[in-house]
C-alpha cells in the first residue's frame, strides 16, 4: 500500500514562503499523478496543484497561481510544492495524494475523488 508522507508545514508570516515535501517509502512516485490539497476548519477539502507522471503537466487552482509551483525531483523520489507570497487564507492542513494514470500519462487530476493514495497532511499556519 502506497502511503505518501507530507513534511515541511509550519508557522510563518504573510509574505513568507515555504516548501511542502510529499514522498513514499518503496514505491517510484514517478508512475503516479500527484495532487496537493488542502483543508481549512469547517471548510471542503479543496484541489492546490497537481503534476502529472510523466512531461510535467500542472494545473493549480485561481487562488494559488502565480504564487505556488509544484515539481518533481525523480532522483529523490519527492514532489515538492514551493509556496510563496503566503496569505492567512492558505491556512490549513495541506495534504498529499497519489493515484496511477488512467488515461494518459501527461494529465494530473484536480479532484480529490480521483486519488487512491493519503498522507496524514502537515498544518500550514500564515499569521502574524
Known amino acids: 500500500q502506497l502511503q505518501p508522507v507530507e513534511s515541511g508545514g509550519g508557522l510563518v508570516q504573510p509574505g513568507g514562503s515555504l516548501r511542502l515535501s510529499c514522498a513514499a517509502s518503496?514505491?517510484?512516485?514517478?508512475?503516479?499523478?500527484i495532487g496537493w490539497f488542502r483543508q481549512a476548519p469547517g471548510k471542503e477539502r479543496e484541489g492546490v496543484s497537481c503534476?502529472?507522471?510523466?512531461?510535467?503537466?500542472?494545473n493549480y487552482a485561481d487562488s494559488v497561481k502565480g504564487r505556488f509551483t509544484i515539481s518533481r525531483d525523480n532522483a529523490k523520489n519527492t514532489v515538492w510544492l514551493q509556496m510563496n507570497s503566503l496569505k492567512p487564507e492558505d491556512t490549513a492542513v495541506y495534504y498529499c495524494?497519489?493515484?496511477?494514470?488512467?488515461?494518459?500519462?501527461?494529465?494530473?487530476?484536480?479532484?480529490?475523488?480521483?486519488?487512491?493514495?493519503w498522507g496524514q497532511g502537515t498544518q500550514v499556519t500564515v499569521s502574524s
Open positions: 495524494a497519489a493515484t496511477l494514470p488512467f488515461r494518459s500519462n501527461y494529465v494530473c487530476y484536480e479532484s480529490r475523488y480521483e486519488y487512491d493514495y
Open positions: 518503496g514505491f517510484t512516485l514517478d508512475s503516479y499523478v
Open positions: 503534476i502529472s507522471s510523466h512531461g510535467g503537466s500542472t
